[in-house]
């Protein structure tokens, strides 16, 4: 890595003058040198095919009708913010169109909307009417992010359609639009352009393609290296910082999910300009990891993990993994696998990385995507926390276990340090909220992130986790929860017994909390127990709240729920649980009982016991919601209210079957009986249950990693 620095630091420019000198348009996703092989896979090859069709039914749509360049003035979602969206997609479309048909309207028509904003765009304010902020702010848009994405776009069509348009004009658009762009990229808005953070990284790549595109190697260095060129932003500080070795992205999949794309397109060009930097190769293959990480974060149905701040059912359908897939593939090096997950995107971008993997496709060679159980660490050493993931099943019938111990994750974390998801027979059995957002919706806080993001999504009680005192985990601040991160205890992803353990100490002053999650298969059962141990020791009393939000409906339950059939009140005050409708609270006195849930014709039977006596307080979402911004969301906690230490086990089965058609229902109850606490100390904690009259045990032992946890008979 740091050789390939070197190389960037001490001959980038040399290197840059030479290549432009023999510069060739087009030269990023689509290559003048793979041009006619990619015409004559429009043909040949159907995945392709079907693409170039809807990219070309866009272009032919575009041309169709009037060039609109409205003065900016709406927020996400408004009219004008709209079409400023439109225009960047049009123009791209009609680069590629224009590409493989030749037909010079898709030119003409990049070239009139350039032109176009290239007579207003130093006529508008610095300041977008829209803007909240004045160090985030765009000229086009509401804030400087989408600006870059914009011109990441623009540049790409312009790249295309260069060599049709006149001289004169390519000045004019050059010297009236993309220089005074940058110009605001850079100096306007250097805070985003030099931080580390996807936005950073969205403007670093829009400031390099226009330098490789227009021959201006002082932009490239600025955007590999930040604007006083000394290396530490740009995006190779963005490669550093914001990846682990492992590929994982700090903000989460949802954004690296989103942040994939300003890196894998300014990579392509890298490579294409100056191939001598071996950028595929940059710590260790890490965009390479960062897609397949990428990918491994999702659900076998392609769902992303909505930990941290997510809009929920993003898919890996979505365009930036199909850049991320067809680049991985083509250029890295990615394995067949990869094109199973192109096969089910059901396109390929129309680009050279396209034409290779829609040909290896119709050539048969497509191999089951292989989701794996693993431990993906946190941080750019790799050691600040992670995502546990344990697996079990085919892809079609998959069970998903994931523990998020990962750090805090910058200003789209959540306070959330040990919470679990899962997933079975394609469904969220135990989901997560994700970000409280209406994204381009203006109506709804004109698309941004809404007031409930802060007082309800990023709170601790909206996730599967312990919340201590009815209070957020550090307090809900930001600041300092950036400071610590998890710890891993055990990690292991394959056998009978998958688990992954983790610790934290921090969240809570004077309180150490441990997970122990895990899916363990038993002979009896077709389908892996969902087993769950968390454990909080303290030297004074606390009230320990654990919840389990569901999917689904309750169908059965060990106790006599004592409903609240009248008025309802707010479960607290703060914290997330002024946002809480109580709906029932229920006293456990044996500290041991089970709730069953049904959720996509399947039952979901979770035994828990605690020792003690324990309150369960059943909860729906919406108190103190007077937009209606909340989605709704139901959940069972497991409550301890007065304990110094206290340790919550749960056994979940999947069982049994409803089939509405025929109106049957087969398996309903749980094979599972008398979940018991039998120890439970620093060292170890044990507990019995049956499974059809047999009786087991599990172990966990805290201080043996190789025998760290066992299934007893």
Not at 414 to 419: E, K, P, Y
Not at 484 to 504: M, W
Request: charged share 20%; glycine share 8%; proline share 4%.
């Amino acid at each position: 890595m740091n050789y390939l620095k070197k190389v960037v630091l001490v001959i980038f420019c040399i290197n840059f003058t030479l290549c432009a000198l023999a510069q060739k348009h087009p030269n990023i996703m689509v290559t003048r040198a793979g041009i006619e092989e990619l015409r004559k896979g429009c043909n040949d090859y159907q995945l392709l095919r079907d693409s170039y069709q809807e990219v070309k039914k866009e272009a032919d749509k575009a041309i169709a009708g009037p060039v609109s360049i409205p003065v900016p003035k709406d927020g996400g979602g408004g009219p004008s913010h709209e079409q400023h969206k439109r225009n960047y997609q049009n123009v791209l479309a009609c680069g590629i169109a224009y590409q493989i048909s030749g037909d010079v309207n898709y030119a003409n028509y990049i070239k009139e909307v350039l032109l176009g904003y290239a007579a207003q765009y130093e006529k508008w304010p610095l300041k977008h009417p829209k803007s909240k902020t004045s160090n985030q702010t765009g000229r086009i848009f509401w804030q400087i992010l989408n600006d870059c994405v914009w011109q990441v776009h623009m540049i790409q069509g312009y790249d295309l359609a260069f060599d049709a348009i006149p001289a004169g004009d390519r000045k004019i658009i050059e010297n009236k639009l993309f220089t005074p762009v940058v110009k605001f990229i850079t100096e306007n808005s250097a805070e985003t352009f030099n931080r580390i953070h996807n936005h950073g990284t969205w403007a670093a790549a829009a400031v390099g393609l226009t330098g490789y595109v227009l021959n201006r190697p002082e932009y490239v260095e600025m955007a590999l290296k930040g604007s006083d060129r000394k290396g530490k932003s740009g995006y190779f500080a963005q490669l550093d910082a914001l990846f682990s070795p492992d590929g994982y992205y700090t903000e989460g999949p949802y954004y690296q999910r989103y942040a994939i794309l300003p890196f894998v397109i300014f990579a392509k060009a890298i490579n294409q300009y100056q191939p001598e930097l071996h950028i595929y190769d940059y710590r260790n293959k890490v965009l390479e990891k960062a897609i397949n990480t990428s990918l491994q974060s999702t659900y076998s149905n392609g769902v992303f993990f909505p930990v941290n701040d997510a809009i929920k059912d993003k898919t890996f359908e979505s365009g930036e993994l199909v850049y991320g897939v067809d680049l991985a593939y083509s250029e890295m090096g990615g394995g067949a696998d990869l094109l199973d997950v192109a096969q089910k995107q059901g396109k390929v971008i129309v680009s050279d990385a396209g034409f290779k993997v829609a040909k290896d496709i119709a050539a048969g060679r497509a191999k089951p995507f292989n989701y794996r159980s693993m431990w993906i660490g946190d941080g750019n050493n790799g050691k600040e926390g992670g995502l546990g993931i344990l697996r079990s099943g085919s892809n079609k019938d998959q069970q998903c276990l994931v523990l998020k111990a990962a750090s805090q994750g910058m200003g789209h974390g959540h306070f959330d340090r040990l919470n679990i998801l899962y997933y079975d027979n394609g469904s969220e059995v135990f989901p997560d909220y994700g970000a409280a957002r209406f994204i381009n919706i203006e109506s709804k806080n004109d698309g941004e992130y809404l007031p409930e993001n802060k007082t309800w999504a990023k709170q601790t009680v909206a996730h599967n986790t312990l919340v201590v005192d009815q209070t957020s985990d550090f307090k809900a601040n930001l600041n300092e929860a950036q400071k610590y991160y998890p710890d891993l205890i055990c990690f292991q992803g394959s056998g009978d017994i998958q688990v992954v353990s983790a610790k934290e100490d921090k969240a809570y002053p004077g309180v150490s909390m441990t997970r122990t999650t895990a899916l363990v298969h038993v002979p009896e059962l077709a389908k892996a127990l969902m087993v769950d141990v968390f454990k909080a020791a303290s030297e004074v009393q606390h009230q320990y709240d654990l919840p389990f939000w569901y999917n689904g409906y309750i169908t059965d339950a060990s106790f006599r729920v004592n409903a609240f059939t009248g008025q309802l009140k707010a479960a607290g005050s703060n914290y997330g649980y002024q946002h809480l409708w109580l709906n029932s609270e229920n006293t456990v006195t044996e500290g041991a009982g089970y709730i069953t849930v049904m959720n996509n014709r399947r039952f979901y039977t979770t035994h828990f016991a605690g020792g003690t006596s324990l309150n369960v307080k059943l909860v729906s979402l919406g108190a103190n919601d007077p937009n209606f911004n909340l989605f709704n969301g139901k959940a069972f906690i497991l409550s301890q209210p007065k304990a110094a230490d206290q340790t919550f086990v749960s056994v979940t089965e999947s069982h049994g079957l409803v089939d509405p058609v025929a109106e049957t229902t087969t398996n309903a109850k749980s094979n599972i009986t008398g979940l018991k606490l039998v120890k439970d100390d620093e060292n170890q904690t044990r507990f019995s249950f049956q499974v059809k009259g047999k009786v087991y045990q599990i172990v966990v032992n805290y201080n043996d990693r190789k025998n760290f946890i066992q299934l007893l008979k």
